[in-house]
Every structure is written in structure tokens, then in C-alpha cells.
């Protein structure tokens, strides 16, 4: 059970780590992405560049809201 615990513990850590806010913007990104993928008859080439765009673009507003937040306290 131990060895469980622990497993589950270096995943939350390996894909939360210090900020969940980005890690729910990339989840939320590649879901985005794989709507897109099934809905949609876009080639292959233009949706990787889709998906990555839109992973960079919720990792650069999740920390703009970080950094931004941080300036007030």
C-alpha cells in the first residue's frame, strides 16, 4: 500500500507540481485540441500546430495570472 501512496504521490507532484492552474490550462488546451481533432476534417499538420499554440497560450496566461497576482500582495 505503501509503495501505492507513493506512485500516486510522484504522479501529482510530476504533473501538478507547484501550480495546478497550469497544469488544468494545458489539460484544458489538449481537450480543446482533441475536440478539434474528432469534429473537425482540419490535416493533421494544422491541428500540431493548433494544440501547440494553444498549450503555450494557457501556459503564458496562467502565469501572466500568477505573476500579476503576485504584484499585488
Known sequence: MRLLKSFGRFWYEFIIGD???IAAAVIVAL???FLLMRT???SDHVLA???GVSVA???AVSL???VR???QS
Open 64 to 66: 501572466a495570472i500568477d
Open 69 to 71: 497576482s503576485g504584484d
Open 31 to 33: 481537450g480543446l485540441t
Open 19 to 21: 501550480d495546478w492552474k
Open 40 to 42: 473537425t476534417s482540419l
Open 57 to 59: 497560450l494557457a501556459f
Open 49 to 51: 500546430a493548433l494544440g
